[in-house]
């Protein structure tokens, strides 16, 4: 596709639920990256996907976040458990090759956790 | 951890006006990046620069890595220039992962 996609749009759930979140990077791009933005605590990093390298897993906030990264593209966001904490808007980024180069956001899936 | 300090907070003008946004960090980068928000919509990518100078349209961004400190410009605004501008920096100089550390953002309102 044209850019980043990310599905779903919008996810309402339950409070202890489990939800998966998808995002599919601009074909070609080796780097991928999982944001979140939320009211109080503004945009910051989730995780970090380079090529076949190990992710950066640094800024994932709890064990009850993953993320996995199948055949170099695709990826899914998986929150376990969730709290109404969880509640943001959760954004995906693709760039060319990694560090230094312009990473691209898809429209973000706006999580509501009730 | 970096820190990134943007000012200001908020800033409305009226059209034509000469704009600033100022960003601050305190660690070493890679990169800076300059994103733009539109109220309910998505992240735009606008500048991303390790060095000097870049001009796109109306926009210009700068950046001083001495004194770890980047602005940017627009000139001749336009209400749809109205936006939340973030910036946001990348990667440890020397090394490390990339996941971008983000200002707090600039709420710009540019009254015709």
């Known amino acids: 596709g044209a850019g980043v996609s990310q599905s779903p749009s919008n996810k309402v759930t339950e409070k202890g639920k489990d939800v998966e979140l998808r995002c599919d990077p601009i074909s070609g791009h080796t780097a991928l990256y999982w944001y979140r933005q939320s009211l109080g605590q503004g945009l910051e990093f989730l995780i970090y996907?380079?090529?076949?390298?190990?992710?950066?897993k640094s800024g994932l906030p709890s064990d009850r976040f993953s993320a996995e990264r199948t055949g170099g593209s695709v990826s899914t966001l998986t929150i376990q458990r969730t709290q109404q904490e969880d509640s943001a808007v959760y954004l995906c980024?693709?760039?060319?090759?990694?560090?230094?180069?312009?990473?691209?956001f898809g429209p973000g899936t706006r999580l509501t956790v009730l | 951890k970096n820190e990134v300090e943007q000012s200001p907070q908020n800033l409305t003008a009226q059209e034509g006006e000469f704009i600033t946004i100022n960003c601050s960090y305190s660690?070493?980068?890679?990169?800076l990046h300059w994103l733009q928000q539109h109220p309910g919509g998505g992240i735009v990518s606008l500048f991303m620069l390790s060095s000097g100078k870049k001009k796109h349209g109306r926009l210009i961004a700068t950046i001083n890595i001495q004194e770890k400190h980047s602005s940017l410009h627009i000139t001749a605004s336009h209400p749809r220039d109205s936006a939340v501008y973030i910036c946001?920096?990348?990667?440890?100089?020397?090394?490390?992962?990339?996941?971008?550390?983000f200002g707090k953002g600039t709420h710009l309102i540019i009254q015709p």
């Open positions: 946001a920096v990348g990667g440890v100089a020397g090394g490390g992962a990339d996941g971008l550390t």
């Open positions: 980024a693709s760039s060319l090759v990694g560090t230094g180069t312009e990473q691209f």
């Open positions: 660690v070493g980068i890679s990169a």
């Open positions: 996907f380079q090529g076949n390298s190990a992710p950066d």
